[in-house]
């Protein structure tokens, strides 16, 4: 069942709320419960806080469908088209954050940081991203098989984007954030590591790079760790190192370079080879 980000609070339509607000606010809202209602439909949702109250997100009311029109039945769609339904269910189900959240930064960093590692570090970014492995082709670098390329992803600003334009090696990434004129982007990165280095106190794990530009490897890319994220990681980082990896995360340059934000390793990268050295 899809999982809304964002959705009409008491008829306002000009004013989303943002499922991690609300779970910040919960007894806020306590009574207000059913004054919730789809953003792209207008049906009545609501809001759950998750799983051991650490993913809270919007969905189905009981009983209420989604109107044929609105965006949720139709990306959920999809799935029928394939045999292998729940891993595509848990894809295209997953409402992928972007220009809301974005928007947000005039909040306070701090507040803006944990949310977007909730968002990428918890339950539903490991299942969103093990369920991506799957429609790998390994016999061919783990690129995304074909029959998934055209498959459809909603996300936050009620945009669509295809897969294909999610996943991508690391001059790939580059050119999108050039693309959105040097800001970031939501991407699954697919690109081999090398050793973790700490940089005062952060750790940065660089990708190899290469010289022939039909690897898509020739610029310089890392995983960075902050600080604040390092000891609830370090424990995995080994694990990482010197391996073919996807990381779901958003990619930005910072002061050193490009960079995608790791919050969990465990929830963010999967390892699909490990070399020995
Ligand atoms: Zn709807």
């Not at 690109?191 to 750790?203: D, S, Y």
Request: charged residues 30%.
């Amino acid at each position: 069942m899809t999982r809304m980000s964002h959705a009409i609070f008491n008829k306002q339509t000009d004013n989303l709320v943002c499922a991690l607000d609300v779970d910040s606010e919960y007894y806020k809202y306590q009574d207000k419960r059913d004054k919730f209602s789809c953003k792209f439909c207008g049906v009545q949702v609501q809001f759950t806080r998750g799983k051991d109250h650490n993913d809270p997100h919007f969905k189905n009311w009981p009983l209420k469908n989604h109107l044929c029109e609105c965006a949720i039945p139709n990306i959920e769609k999809q799935k029928e088209e394939f045999e292998n339904y729940g891993e595509i269910e848990k894809l295209v189900s997953t409402i992928l954050p972007r220009s809301q959240r974005l928007k947000d930064d005039n909040t306070t960093i701090n507040i803006n940081r944990a949310n977007r590692a909730k968002e990428f570090g918890g339950r539903r970014s490991r299942k969103f991203i093990y369920s991506l492995v799957n429609l790998l082709d390994s016999r061919n670098y783990f690129n995304l098989k074909k029959d998934y390329e055209e498959l459809e992803l909603l996300i936050e600003d009620g945009n669509i984007i295809k897969l294909k334009d999610l996943v991508g090696s690391q001059d790939e990434v580059i050119q999108r954030i050039d693309a959105t004129n040097g800001e970031r982007v939501i991407c699954i990165l697919r690109g081999n590591t090398r050793k973790a280095k700490t940089i005062k106190n952060n750790i940065v794990i660089p990708l190899t790079r290469g010289k022939n530009p039909a690897y898509k490897n020739t610029k310089d890319f890392s995983l960075f760790i902050r600080w604040d994220y390092v000891e609830k990681n370090k424990e995995f980082i080994e694990s990482i190192e010197n391996a073919l990896v996807i990381c779901y995360g958003e990619a930005k340059t910072n002061q050193y370079g490009i960079e995608l934000e790791i919050f969990s390793i465990k929830s963010q990268i999967v390892v699909l080879k490990k070399y020995d050295n």
